[in-house]
């Protein structure tokens, strides 16, 4: 086959012999794709014509061999894809349907372009629509991962007095409520501990949960392997055990089953493992669960709050069914303990609501923008379906003429359709279980993202909002086509059908202004995002994090206080003898971490706002370097005294400008006393007034709060600061010197104070960057949408303009026409989506910070910016009507 | 013999081909040569279109094999019933282009 009978070669040289002996063997491998009928009776044939063309091409150069070559293979593979009818008998094996799907996919391949952007939209929108539902389905919708989730409830105390909110549980209240209320099958509570396991080579902290008995019976997930606590181990002093997280059986033990036969070591105890958890139950980062094992003198402190509760109410119960049987009980307990008891409540919420929380309208509005994004591109296929139906229009006509029915003709539309929108959805899922897999990177702050998944509620999601797609792009247009097609070909041959196209691109007009109205309105929220962030990231938050390193050393809360006391200040003074180390202090919780319990507060000879002369304030635990380590601002007073394990002097606090001013304007509380619930109504002398630290995030500006300078060790598992100019080499000084101290304590979290500040505001980076894509991609879209439009207005007009460019019309008149043009059906647009804009306010109001929804500046910029890109859309076919050939455009048809 | 009319519209590869054989009996290199030469070059088609085409044609005994072979390639040649066919398809093509001049002339007077 290589050798052709006859090779007019003689002259050719080596190059081309040796291109036309490879040509050959190319041919034969595209020949192998050739339908297998073919091959059998024609093969023989084919290869010696091809030779022929060879031998002629070669003759030409080694160019044209490869321009052949290209075009027979894809001759043989278009003969592949769509011939199989080329016997009489293959016909009657036909599906019904599957041949005009193939005649709509041989159509479609002959408009690539219409086909790649049709499709292409619809799959870009389908899988970011996608992605986003199965987002809200799963952390919004979704049940969470338990047995009859539906009836899990969170379990606070209320105190009565108005300005306490919700507290924790006492454990002596919670027992009494375990055994008195009738409505629950179970209830219990948990605590977060950081524990540190010293049972490998180095000691690793571990995230570590406490829990009271009975509290895996809440949830009733079964460990994936081992069981939960037994009885004895529940108790005080009871023998040690250990459930620990998938995570950390797979990262640790590699998933090895004999985990069961393993200890860890936490704070000097064996702790037998004793079962692993699912990864998904629970919320966050659980590594370990502990029995919380509370000693009995615990009890009667009716004080002591700490336990988060959870229970599982009765089926058939309703939450205020149960709300009420455990009120009734906590009343009860009010009469029998007055002094602890009678001013306290109960409150029951839904788990589902405590664990999703303030994530639901953020999501909500994400979920929105998307589906925008998705009204725009079905806006712009079907755009692109209106110009194609136009382009066609000839082709249907004539179909009409000899007697097709208008089912038949819209048939042969809405079979491309379907292929389009199969084609799309399929792409559209494809790209969805992608982005769903980095959705986790992105949306860090989302809870259940463990739990994320595109299941198949995702995926009937999909073809639910594709074939919704299909109906507005494909159905809606061809049915108006077909209408107009019914009343002749004559009208459409003659092309001088005002009336028709008029309304056609009516249609089409209104398609591209509902584009600019969407994407003025996500091109206006996305800048309100932007300008949100950028007005939070530059809040004066009151201390400067730059060259801080903050850092976390595992501590338990039942170690001896006096001796752990004597760690934090060796530490802390350790740290500052360090040379480059400037300072370094600690606190309970860093400004901007959310951590915004209150108290009420009282000062000694001064009347607060509230009632009884009170004030609610935060309250943080410092030392007494951790101001100056911040460099917070002093302003009356001085800081706390020098750092002291001394659990039996009196009490230094701190208030902040806030608590100072709320106090009433001019007095002046330094030297006075202060009392209140976070000293346990022990009075503090308070040293000085801070200037406002963003405790409550950047958002949230200036609440009164009190620093109470404690003696170290009353919160053994601080945040600890550093403020060093060697932030890269602090760690293995932090490390070296605990390991000196104590070498049983892991150091861990090390990190930037600056990043730690930062992650509180990744949710309005998230937002703004999310919106922004979205008004990127909107923008792109209504661009595009403009400009098919237009291109299709000039082309039809081509002929007109051209007449009157021939009787000396002026280019410049005729490309302002078209401007002027664009612009009514800009300001249409642009009308309409301030309109939406301002219904939207309700929605995003709340989110934003330091702009108003309806900021005009942003808004005008919004709609300047829509405007630019308008206009580079429309310039390519305003440029091309001003360059009508007068001769040409007359001379067409 | 089937009524001709049953087999149009013929596509423009199979109408091209029958066009090709109606004056003399040609092998598949000489079918496409005659019909890129005719259509200056416009239409050449390649050996997977043309085979399918030739093969449709021949199961519906439009075109033959003539059994005659030179330089071992085969050459085709009309049957009868492909004349007819070529034939028809030609009136059909004259009807509808006369159809369009005259429509087109009427919708002329409307234009500016």
């Keep these: 086959m290589t050798t052709s009978a006859h090779a007019p070669l003689g002259g050719a040289t080596g190059p081309r012999r040796a291109a036309r002996a490879l040509a050959a063997r190319a041919y034969a491998w595209a020949f192998a794709c050739a339908p297998a009928d073919l091959r059998a009776m024609y093969g023989d044939e084919m290869r010696r014509t091809f030779d022929a063309m060879a031998d002629e091409a070669a003759a030409v150069g080694v160019l044209a061999l490869i321009r052949l070559l290209v075009t027979e293979s894809a001759d043989i593979l278009r003969a592949r894809l769509t011939s199989r009818r080329f016997t009489v008998a293959n016909r009657t094996h036909l599906i019904p349907g599957f041949r005009q799907l193939r005649q709509a996919a041989r159509s479609l391949a002959r408009r690539p372009s219409f086909a790649i952007a049709a499709t292409l939209t619809l799959a870009l929108t389908t899988g970011a629509t996608t992605t986003m539902f199965a987002v809200v389905n799963t952390v919004l919708l979704r049940p969470l991962p338990y047995p009859a989730a539906d009836r899990l409830v969170t ?535 801070v200037d406002n630290l963003a405790e409550d995030g950047p958002r949230v500006s200036s609440a009164p709060y009190l620093y109470t300078c404690d003696s170290a060790g009353s919160w053994p598992d601080p945040e600890y600061v550093v403020r060093t100019k060697d932030a890269r080499g602090i760690g293995a000084v932090v490390r070296q010197l605990s390991k000196q101290l104590d070498p049983s304590r892991a150091v861990f979290s090390m990190a930037p104070l600056a990043r730690v500040n930062a992650s509180a505001l990744d949710e309005p980076r998230l937002h703004a960057g999310v919106l922004a894509g979205f008004a990127v991609a909107a923008l792109s879209l209504a661009a595009l949408g403009l400009y098919s439009l237009f291109t299709l207005l000039v082309g039809e007009r081509t002929r007109e303009i051209g007449v009157r460019l021939a009787l000396g019309a002026a280019p410049g008149r005729i490309v302002s026409e078209v401007a002027w043009r664009a612009g009514r059906l800009l300001v249409a647009g642009v009308l309409i989506g301030l309109a939406l804009t301002a219904c939207a306010e309700r929605w995003i109001g709340s989110s934003l910070f330091g702009v108003a929804p309806l900021d005009p500046l942003t808004l005008g910029g919004a709609t300047l910016v829509l405007a630019v890109v308008c206009a580079l859309a429309i310039a390519l076919p305003a440029a091309r009507a001003a360059q009508v050939d007068p001769l040409a455009a007359m001379r067409r048809d | 013999m089937a009524d001709p009319r049953t087999f149009l519209p013929l596509s423009p590869q199979q109408f091209h081909i029958l066009l090709a054989l109606s004056d003399q009996e040609r092998h598949g290199y000489g079918i496409i040569l005659d019909i890129a030469d005719r259509t200056s070059g416009a239409l050449r088609l390649g050996t997977g279109t043309l085979y399918t085409a030739i093969a449709r044609l021949a199961a519906l005994a439009l075109v033959a094999d003539t059994g005659r072979e030179d330089d071992r390639r085969r050459f085709y040649r009309l049957t009868p019933l492909g004349r007819k066919v070529l034939t028809a398809e030609t009136e059909r093509l004259e009807s509808l282009v006369r159809y369009a001049r005259a429509k087109r002339a009427g919708a002329a007077r409307h234009r500016v």
């Excluded at chain 1, 969805?432 to 860090?444: D, E, H, I």
């Excluded at chain 1, 019914?486 to 196209?501: D, E, F, Y």
Aim: proline share 4%; glycine share 12%; net charge neutral.
């Design chain 1, 155 to 689: 379990v606070y105390e209320s105190s009565s007095s108005a300005t306490a909110k919700k507290s924790l549980i006492a454990p002596g209240r919670l027992e009494d409520w375990r055994q008195r209320s009738h409505a629950f099958d179970a209830m219990a509570g948990h605590y977060f501990e950081n524990v540190t396991d010293t049972s490998g080579e180095n000691p690793e902290r571990l995230s570590g949960m406490r829990v009271t008995p009975g509290y895996f019976d809440v949830f009733g997930t079964a460990p994936l392997i081992g069981r939960t606590f037994a009885a004895d181990e529940e108790r005080f002093n009871g023998p040690g055990a250990a459930l620990i997280n998938e995570s950390l059986w797979e990262a640790r033990y590699q998933r090895d089953p004999n985990v069961l036969d393993r200890h860890l070591v936490i704070g000097g105890q064996t702790v037998r493992i004793v079962g692993v958890l699912p990864r998904t139950f629970a919320l966050g980062s659980i590594d370990v669960w502990l029995p919380g094992q509370l000693p009995p003198g615990l009890f009667p402190v009716r004080d002591a709050r700490f336990l988060n509760g959870v229970a599982r109410v009765k089926a058939g119960t309703t939450l205020a069914e149960a709300s009420r049987d455990l009120a009734d009980v906590q009343r009860a307990l009010g009469r029998e303990y007055p002094r602890t008891d009678a001013d306290w409540t109960v409150q029951l919420g839904s788990m589902h609501d405590a664990r999703v929380g303030a994530s639901g309208r953020p999501l909500w509005l994400v979920f929105a923008a998307v589906g925008l994004l998705w009204l725009i591109g079905v806006a712009n296929m079907a755009g692109l379906m209106l110009v194609q139906l136009k382009r066609r229009e000839r082709e249907m006509a004539i179909r009409t003429a000899i007697g097709g029915s208008r089912i038949e003709i819209a048939g042969v539309v809405l079979h491309e359709v379907v292929l389009i929108v199969a084609a799309g959805a399929a792409l559209g899922v494809w790209m969805a279980s992608g982005l769903t897999a980095l959705v986790p990177s992105v949306f860090r702050t989302l809870p259940r993202l463990l739990e994320l998944s595109l299941d198949w509620r995702g995926v009937v999601f999909a073809i639910a909002s594709s074939a919704a797609a299909a109906v507005l792009f494909g159905v809606w247009p061809v049915i108006g086509m077909t209408r107009a097609g019914a009343t002749g070909l004559t009208r459409v041959m003659s092309q001088g059908a005002r009336g028709a196209t008029a309304g056609r691109h009516g249609l089409q007009t209104m398609l591209v202004i509902g584009q600019v109205a969407l994407s003025l309105l996500l091109v206006g929220a996305a800048s309100l995002f932007v300008e949100t962030y950028v007005h939070l990231s530059r809040v004066d938050v009151g201390f400067s994090s730059d060259d801080v390193v903050t850092f976390h050393v595992a501590a338990r809360w039942d170690e001896d206080r006096a001796r752990l006391g004597l760690f934090q200040e060796a530490l802390v003074n350790g740290l500052a003898a360090t040379p480059g180390v400037e300072s370094a202090g600690f606190v309970n919780f860093l400004p901007l971490t959310g951590a915004n319990l209150r108290y009420q507060a009282t000062v000694d000879g001064l009347t607060g706002p509230e009632t009884g002369g009170a004030l609610t304030a935060g309250a943080r635990v410092i030392s007494a370097d951790y101001f100056r380590t911040l460099r917070a601002r002093l302003v009356d007073g001085a800081w706390c005294p020098a750092l002291k394990t001394d659990f039996t002097a009196k009490g230094h606090a701190i208030v902040n400008r806030a608590f100072a001013e709320a106090m009433g304007p001019g007095t002046r509380v330094v030297g006075r006393d202060v009392r209140g619930t976070f000293s346990g109504g022990v009075p503090l002398v308070i040293d000085g007034v």
